[in-house]
């Protein structure tokens, strides 16, 4: 077939093999009505054009995710400065704190994308350089757990005495690691990871190689009581720098035998939940205060602003009782009042 007699036969121009020759474009239109034509003639489908995405295989009742587009979710962490302000709000607090032997503990109530708990961590190394961190927070979101991890490895580079623990449990559970149900305690996966090595890289290579562990286990399902989601099996994941074993023995945690009792407590993002006031009180802020160390600090507040009634201390439990070791049931509201040095927190 003569060229000419292609291009008219193809897209109506006898001229198209010679455009191309000289190095001429086409448009995508045109490119498929040529492959239609040679297909037709070779007596075959045309190919498919763009690319072919299979469907994942999930059920999104059985497997929920949070932020399913994420170009909005990062797109609002990465163009406000929200999470910076709330950090150096949290880090006001450590003025306040008398941490103890054998570490300072802190706990995140939700670590998102883990931007805030880093800047705190930044602000933590400054004022206590050389103190032993116990480092614990909670997140059902397997992406947030991630981002999260991405930013360990600076840490331990930085403050290489610390100890990061990252659990998927509830509020009333995520302190002391221990599952309410003795079904989902008997189903706990409990993983520790000492890292090697002395470098950033050396860290997140090995970090990078629980994206399988994670994939297989941490996962969320919608509750068909309630509708909120919730766990399919607990998840504690452990981490720690194999160099600093020794030293931080007392602090690292053992499946069955952890205990609370923190310093500072971050729970900016559960007075964001969408659930009621007293569900909040009852099954978020009331766990939290009991997990406090006497004289411990809670900070609330994404923005700063003054403190009513008690004056600028942060915060804390009352009376000096002891923190208790285990988790124990939930308050009422007028507890929480009792527990804490001032009026119970706006919700």
Request: glycine fraction near 10%.
């Given at each position: 077939m003569a060229e000419t007699t292609f291009g008219r036969r193809a897209v109506n121009d006898g001229k198209l093999v010679q455009r191309l020759r000289e190095g001429k474009r086409i448009t995508v239109d045109t490119l498929e009505r040529i492959e239609a034509f040679v297909a037709a003639g070779l007596g075959t489908a045309p190919p498919p054009r763009g690319l072919v995405v299979p469907p994942e295989r999930r059920d999104a009742r059985g497997n929920f995710r949070f932020f399913e587009n994420r170009q909005k979710y990062l797109l609002f962490v990465h163009t406000c400065s929200e999470k910076r302000v709330v950090a150096d709000r949290v880090a006001l607090e450590l003025a306040s704190i008398h941490p103890r032997p054998p570490a300072l503990r802190?706990?995140?109530?939700?670590?998102?994308?883990g931007t805030v708990l880093a800047r705190v961590l930044r602000a933590m190394h400054g004022r206590f350089p050389h103190m032993p961190f116990y480092v614990?927070?909670?997140?059902l979101s397997v992406e947030d757990v991630r981002l999260t991890l991405d930013k360990v490895p600076d840490r331990l580079f930085e403050h290489p005495a610390t100890v990061f623990v990252?659990?998927?449990?509830?509020?009333?559970?995520?302190?002391?690691?221990?599952?309410?149900?003795?079904?989902a305690a008997a189903g706990m996966i409990?993983?520790?990871?000492?890292?090697?090595?002395?470098?950033?890289?050396?860290?997140?290579?090995?970090?990078?190689?629980?994206?399988?562990?994670?994939?297989?286990?941490?996962?969320?399902?919608?509750?068909?009581?309630?509708?909120?989601?919730?766990?399919?099996r607990p998840v504690a994941i452990v981490l720690y720098r194999e160099d600093h074993r020794f030293l931080l023995d007392s602090v690292i945690p053992r499946a069955g035998r952890t205990e609370a009792n923190f310093d500072l407590i971050i729970a900016s993002q559960p007075y964001r939940a969408k659930s009621s006031v007293n569900f909040r009180a009852k099954r978020i802020i009331a766990p939290l205060a009991r997990a406090l160390r006497a004289g411990g600090a809670a900070d609330r507040n994404s923005l700063p602003r003054a403190r009513s009634g008690a004056g600028?201390?942060?915060?804390?439990?009352?009376?000096?009782?002891?923190?208790l070791s285990e988790p124990p049931r939930t308050a009422t509201c007028g507890q929480i009042r009792a527990r804490i040095g001032r009026k119970g927190p706006q919700l």
């Open positions: 802190v706990f995140d109530a939700g670590c998102g994308d614990a927070g909670k997140e990252l659990t998927n449990m509830y509020y009333a559970e995520a302190p002391w690691l221990t599952p309410a149900s003795p079904t409990w993983h520790e990871v000492p890292l090697r090595g002395a470098s950033s890289g050396e860290f997140e290579t090995q970090i990078a190689e629980l994206a399988p562990f994670l994939q297989e286990n941490w996962r969320a399902s919608v509750s068909p009581r309630s509708g909120m989601p919730v766990y399919e600028n201390r942060p915060v804390g439990v009352a009376g000096g009782k002891p923190v």
